[in-house]
């Protein structure tokens, strides 16, 4: 099972970047996927997840209105589109699965890909 994430880079304050996740070795479309973020220092937290039928989107209160995720699941595909960007956002950003339903806990989601760097800075 492999997951990729990319799409990072170095955006201005305000800017957009969409990240996307490929999925490998498992049944895509059964599998709830997940975003994650890990700032230098800090503990890596939930950003936002959505079912496998792309029905359900859980997001995290500081993202909420500016990122959106979402799911391809003939393209095996998951993807988060990150509008007005701020420095805050700075982090390395992980997609995740989990077989089971919607949630923000880190332990329930069992494949991680690796990060993917986002750095927002003027």
């Known amino acids: 099972v492999q997951l990729q994430a990319f799409g990072g880079g170095l955006v201005q304050p305000g800017g957009s970047l969409r990240l996307s996740c490929a999925a490998s070795g498992l049944i895509f479309s059964t599998y709830t996927k997940g975003w994650f973020r890990q700032a230098p220092g800090k503990e890596r937290e939930f950003v936002a997840a959505v079912s496998w039928s792309g029905g359900t989107t859980s997001y995290t209160d500081s993202v909420k209105g500016r990122f959106t995720v979402s799911r391809d699941n003939t393209k095996n595909t998951v993807n988060l589109q990150m509008n007005n960007l701020k420095p805050e956002d700075t982090a390395v950003y992980y997609c995740?699965?989990?077989?089971?339903?919607?949630?923000?806990?880190?332990?329930?989601?069992?494949?991680w890909g690796q990060g993917t760097q986002v750095t927002v800075s003027s």
């Open positions: 995740a699965a989990s077989d089971g339903q919607v949630t923000t806990r880190i332990a329930s989601y069992r494949y």
